[in-house]
Nanobody, 123 residues
Framework: QVQLVESGGGLVQAGGSLRLSCAASGRTFRSYAMGWFRQAAGKEREFVTAISRGGGSTAYADSVKGRFTISRDNAKNMVYLQMNSLKPEDTAVYYC????????????????WGQGTQVTVSS
């Protein structure tokens, strides 16, 4: 079992930055690939980024490539999402997720989810 708790969301102006954190419980954190997803009001949940178990491989949605960076610290059981050059269309609830499979953009492959943290970008 893995429990995930996101933090770091908030209100920011367009062009600003935020850093989301995801704290994971359990001693097997390094066994899981991790992902960030988001869901805007009235829209389906979408993939943002993912990182492999060791952190050596990452994937990004085209909409955030070059602006967002995912990283992880296996010693601290933490995953981070650095978000720069934020746009109003980045407004959403952001979810951290863990998968025992290979890292993926498919939310169906993720086993555990956090409760989400709201990010609001004003224009």
């Amino acid at each position: 079992q893995v429990q995930l708790v996101e933090s770091g969301g908030g209100l920011v102006q367009a062009g600003g930055s935020l850093r989301l954190s995801c704290a994971a419980s359990g001693r097997t954190f390094r066994s899981y690939a991790m992902g960030w997803f988001r869901q805007a009001a009235g829209k389906e949940r979408e993939f943002v980024t993912a990182i492999s178990r060791g952190g050596g491989s990452t994937a990004y949605a085209d909409s955030v490539k070059g602006r967002f960076t995912i990283s992880r610290d296996n010693a601290k059981n933490m995953v981070y999402l650095q978000m720069n050059s934020l746009k109003p269309e980045d407004t959403a609830v952001y979810y951290c997720a863990a998968t025992s499979n290979y890292y993926s953009a498919d939310d169906n492959s993720y086993d555990y989810w956090g409760q989400g943290t709201q990010v609001t970008v004003s224009s």
